[in-house]
């Protein structure tokens, strides 16, 4: 980043924190970080149907893809969008322009999928990306980030910024291990984040809690954070089914195991989304950004 563009974002940070256009707003949405250490455990899928399933409990939802350069939310969904995030970044479109109506009534900003330079935004670019979601603060009870998996520039502004921070693993050893950086990485930057816990694809409640148990003493000790659980969601071949037919699983099967796991997840995040915020969501990245 050259030094007018540090200049810059630090005065776009201050204008977020003191113009007087911020002073009408009532309160600013919750935001929730959900991400991984790495990639295929669900992470994408957890982030839509948990959407759907507050959608239904009357809290206006809004999905950031925020996966650059691999975004694949509209995919699971099935909306189709010629526009997305990308051409708001490139100044092609507003952001209103690419919001989409997604099953379930929640709204749906589209991320770029195989776009490498989505991938690789600046410090500024991604300022400026998050300026033009102000807005988004008002108009939603809650903000869902999908964020991409790892510990990238564009992934930790994120999830540092956001209120809660949603961790998704399986048990799989390699997503525990990869899950246990991504934790550390947060704890390294922020010692007042609030990480929880969710086991995905977990056989049943009982290795769901050995997982949680393990990793909480691991952090306990290494990093002096004592995680949240969030819960687990069951390995469900209903999930599996929905994905291949583009379904939300919350939806076409709202009985099924998973779905139940997901809406006591749901329930807890409810009791949360309304909670009124002293400073906004791009207040806060603009000050992690600028350093």
């Known amino acids: 980043m050259t030094q007018d563009q540090a200049t810059e974002l630090r005065r776009m940070a201050a204008q977020a924190k003191d113009s007087p256009v911020q002073a009408p707003k009532q309160r600013a949405a919750r935001v929730l970080a959900v991400t991984s250490g790495k990639g295929g455990v669900g992470k994408t899928n957890i982030a839509v149907n948990l959407a759907a399933r507050l959608a239904r409990m009357a809290r206006r939802v809004i999905v950031l893809d925020a996966d650059m ?24 479109r507003r952001l209103e322009d690419v919001i989409v109506d997604a099953p379930g009534g929640f709204s749906l900003i589209p991320g770029a999928s195989g776009l490498s330079k989505m991938a690789a935004l600046t410090d500024f670019e ?23 998996a790892g510990i990238s520039p564009n992934v930790l502004s994120f999830v540092l910024a956001a209120d809660d921070i949603l961790v998704v693993t399986t048990p799989e050893p390699t997503s525990v291990t990869d899950a246990y950086a991504m934790i550390k990485a947060i704890c390294k930057r922020s010692e007042a984040a609030k990480v929880s816990l969710l086991v995905n694809m977990a056989k049943d409640r009982e290795e769901a809690r050995r997982v949680f148990e393990r990793m909480n003493v691991v952090c306990r000790r290494f990093l002096g954070l004592s995680l949240t659980s969030a819960g687990y969601v069951v390995n469900d071949p209903h999930v599996s089914m929905s994905v291949r037919h583009r379904r939300l699983f919350v939806l076409e099967h709202p009985e099924c195991s998973a779905g139940m796991c997901l809406t006591q997840l749901a329930h807890k995040l409810d009791r949360h989304a309304a ?13 992690w950004l600028a350093g």
């Open 126 to 148: 991604r300022a400026r990306m998050l300026q033009l979601m102000d807005q988004l603060e008002i108009d939603s009870d809650l903000i869902i980030i999908d964020t991409g």
């Open 275 to 287: 909670e009124p915020r002293e400073s906004g969501f791009f207040q806060r990245v603009a000050s």
């Open 69 to 92: 350069g691999l975004a694949n939310a509209d995919v699971i969904c099935d909306v189709g969008s010629p526009v997305n995030l990308a051409h708001v970044v490139a100044g092609r």
